[in-house]
C-alpha cells in the first residue's frame, strides 16, 4: 500500500530533551515535506525537500532540523523541545512540485 | 494578509442539502489549486489539483470549480461520511518552500 508513514503517533517529552520523529514513504517520491497544525493557524511547513540532500526552510523551521540521506526517509529533529513546539506534526511527500502531497498519518507532541 | 482565505469556518448540512465552499486567494501567478479533505485526527487527504481558471474536476459528490480569484467545492447530496474539514491550498511565487500556502479549512457536519 502507498503511503508515508510516521512515527510515534503520540509522545509526550520534557523541555530540552532531544527528540526525533521519523517520516518513510515508499512511493519513490523526490518531494518531502513536514507541516505543523495548530488551531486556528493551519498548517504551516516547516521543512521542505526536493531530493536527495537538498532541504529548504518553510514558515516556521526555528527549533527544528531535517535531514535527507535518503529518498524515501525524512525525520524531523527538535535538539531542545520548548513547550510552544506542542502540536500536531504531518510529514508528506509528492511526485512533483506541482502535485498533490500524500500525507502520514500525524504525530501528535506534547512538551512540558 | 492571508493568501488564502476559505469560508464559511463551519458549514451544517442535512443529508442531500448541496452546497459549497468557497477558497478565495489573492496570490498572483498561481501554478496550481489543491483541495484536500481531512478527518479528525488524521492527516489531510488529496482530492483535487486544479491549474487553470475555468477547470472543473470531480469525484463522486464532489465537483472542484476555479475561477481566477476564487474556488468552489461543490458537494451533490452529502451523505454524513462527507463530515469532514476541507482545506484548500494555492501555489505559487512567495508562499513556503514549495510554494503552497493553506487555508485553515471548512469544518462541514452533514447530519442524518
Known amino acids: 500500500e502507498a503511503q508515508v508513514t510516521q512515527n510515534p503517533r503520540y509522545l509526550i517529552t520534557v523541555t530540552g530533551k532531544k527528540l526525533t520523529v521519523t517520516c518513510s514513504q515508499n512511493m519513490n517520491h523526490e518531494y518531502m515535506s513536514w507541516y505543523r497544525q495548530d488551531p486556528g493557524l493551519g498548517l504551516r511547513q516547516i521543512y521542505y525537500?526536493?531530493?536527495?540532500?537538498?532541504?529548504d526552510k518553510g514558515d516556521v523551521p526555528e527549533g527544528y532540523k531535517v535531514s535527507r540521506k535518503e529518498k524515501r526517509n525524512f525525520p524531523l529533529i527538535l535538539e531542545s523541545p520548548s513547550p510552544n513546539q506542542t502540536s500536531l506534526y504531518f510529514c508528506?511527500?509528492?511526485?512533483?512540485?506541482?502535485?498533490?502531497?500524500?500525507f502520514g498519518s500525524g504525530t501528535r507532541l506534547t512538551v512540558v | 494578509e492571508d493568501q488564502v482565505t476559505q469560508s464559511p469556518e463551519a458549514l451544517r448540512l442535512q443529508e442531500g442539502e448541496s452546497s459549497s465552499l468557497n477558497c478565495s486567494y489573492t496570490?498572483?501567478?498561481?501554478?496550481?489549486l489543491f483541495w484536500y479533505r481531512q478527518d479528525p485526527g488524521k492527516g489531510p487527504e488529496f482530492l483535487f489539483t486544479l491549474y487553470s481558471a475555468g477547470e472543473e474536476k470531480e469525484k463522486e459528490r464532489l465537483k472542484a470549480t476555479l475561477t481566477k480569484k476564487e474556488s468552489f467545492l461543490h458537494i451533490t447530496a452529502p451523505k454524513p461520511e462527507d463530515s469532514a474539514t476541507y482545506l484548500c491550498a494555492v501555489q505559487a511565487p512567495g508562499g513556503g518552500a514549495d510554494g503552497l500556502t493553506f487555508g485553515k479549512g471548512t469544518h462541514l457536519i452533514i447530519q442524518p
Open positions: 508528506a511527500s509528492s511526485l512533483g512540485q506541482r502535485k498533490g502531497y500524500t
Open positions: 496570490v498572483s501567478g498561481l501554478r496550481g
Open positions: 525537500s526536493m531530493n536527495v540532500e537538498v532541504t
